[in-house]
C-alpha cells in the first residue's frame, strides 16, 4: 500500500503534455499556462511522491508548491529541485507562470555518473540540495542555465546522431554542473552552517514525520525517538513553523489520505487501515474534522 502514493515516472511523462523527451526516461518541458496554469482537479494538484528527480526554472509568474509539508513558493528567476525523496504538492500556480521542466528517471540518472566510476555516486546524490530546494538567482544565473537547457533540448531533437544518448547525457551533466557551480557558490550553500539542538530537533522530526506519519499518530511517539517531552516537541515546532506537534501530524496523515481517496481502486476501509486508524468510522471522523467532508464527498468532488 505505501506505493499507491508513488507516481512512476512513464506515468508523469505521459501527463506532461508539449515535451521533448529521450527514450521515455528523460524529459524536458517548456512550461506556460496550458501545462500547470488553469486550476483544474486534475493529479498535477495531489499530494505524490515522483519516482523521478525534478528540476524547475521559473522565468515568469509564481506557483506554489510544498515539499514533505512544508510550504514554498516559485517565483520569477528561481529555481527548485524536487527530489524522488520528497513528498510533493502543487498547491497553485499563475496562469502566465513561464519556465523549465527537466523530468530525470531513476534509470537515466544512475547512468549518468560524475568523476571515478568506483566512486558510483549518481548525479542525484551528487547534487546534495534536499534540504535546500529552492534557490532565487540572478539575471546572468537564469541566461547560463536557459542556455544549458537549450543545449539539452537540441540534443534530444538530433534524434539521427550515432550517439545520442551520450551527447544527451553529457549536455544534462554539463547543466548540472552550472547548477551545482551556482549552489555552491551561493553563501548560505559554500558555509558550512552549525545547526542549532532546536533546528536539529526540527529537521529529526520532520525526517521521522515522513517516515513514520501513516503508522504513528500520536506525539509522544516522536518526543520518545527525540528523547524529549511532547511539550518541549511542541514549543520547537511553533517556534520554527507556527505549528503544533499535533498538527504537524494531522497535515501529514490529511496529505497521505487525499492522494490514497484519488486512488480508484482502493476502498475507503484500505485507506483507514494503510493509515492505521482503528476503524473505517474513526478514519471518516478524523477526516471530515479536517476536511469539512467526508473520505466518499472528497472522492468524488
Request: with cysteine; charged share 25%.
Amino acid at each position: 500500500m505505501d506505493k499507491l502514493t508513488l507516481v512512476e515516472f512513464a506515468d508523469l511523462n505521459e501527463g506532461l503534455g508539449s515535451k521533448d523527451s529521450f527514450e521515455n526516461v528523460f524529459t524536458l518541458v517548456e512550461l506556460n499556462e496550458e501545462d500547470i496554469g488553469a486550476p483544474d482537479t486534475s493529479a498535477r494538484f495531489l499530494p505524490m511522491r515522483l519516482d523521478a528527480l525534478l528540476m524547475v526554472l521559473v522565468l515568469k509568474g509564481s506557483a506554489e508548491i510544498s515539499l514533505d509539508y512544508i510550504p514554498y513558493t516559485l517565483k520569477s528567476n528561481s529555481f527548485v529541485v524536487i527530489t524522488p525523496a520528497h513528498i510533493f504538492q502543487l498547491r497553485k500556480s499563475e496562469r502566465h507562470f513561464k519556465g523549465f521542466l527537466i523530468a530525470a528517471s531513476q534509470d537515466f540518472l544512475q547512468s549518468c555518473r560524475f568523476g571515478k566510476p568506483e566512486q558510483g555516486h549518481s548525479v542525484a546524490q551528487y547534487m546534495e540540495i534536499k534540504r535546500n530546494p529552492l534557490t532565487a538567482l540572478d539575471a546572468g544565473e537564469v541566461e547560463n542555465l536557459t542556455k544549458a537547457i537549450q543545449l539539452i533540448q537540441s540534443k534530444i531533437k538530433e534524434k539521427t546522431h550515432l550517439f545520442r544518448k551520450e551527447a544527451v547525457q553529457n549536455a544534462f551533466i554539463g547543466f548540472l554542473l552550472d547548477v551545482a557551480n551556482i549552489l555552491l557558490i551561493k553563501k548560505e550553500l559554500a558555509v558550512n552552517k552549525t545547526l542549532s539542538r532546536k533546528e536539529q530537533l526540527f529537521e529529526r522530526f520532520l525526517e521521522l514525520l515522513m517516515k513514520h506519519a501513516k503508522e504513528e499518530h500520536l506525539v509522544s511517539f516522536y518526543a520518545e525517538k527525540l528523547c524529549i517531552t511532547p511539550q518541549y516537541l511542541s514549543l520547537i515546532l511553533r517556534e520554527y513553523s507556527g505549528k503544533s506537534a499535533n498538527k504537524w501530524i494531522d497535515d501529514a496523515l490529511l496529505m497521505e489520505a487525499k492522494a490514497l481517496l484519488k486512488v480508484p481502486d482502493i476502498s475507503v476501509q484500505q485507506v483507514a487501515e494503510t493509515l492505521h486508524f482503528s476503524d473505517q468510522s474513526t478514519f471518516g471522523k478524523f477526516f471530515k474534522k479536517h476536511m469539512k467532508l467526508s473520505p466518499m464527498e472528497y472522492r468524488k468532488s
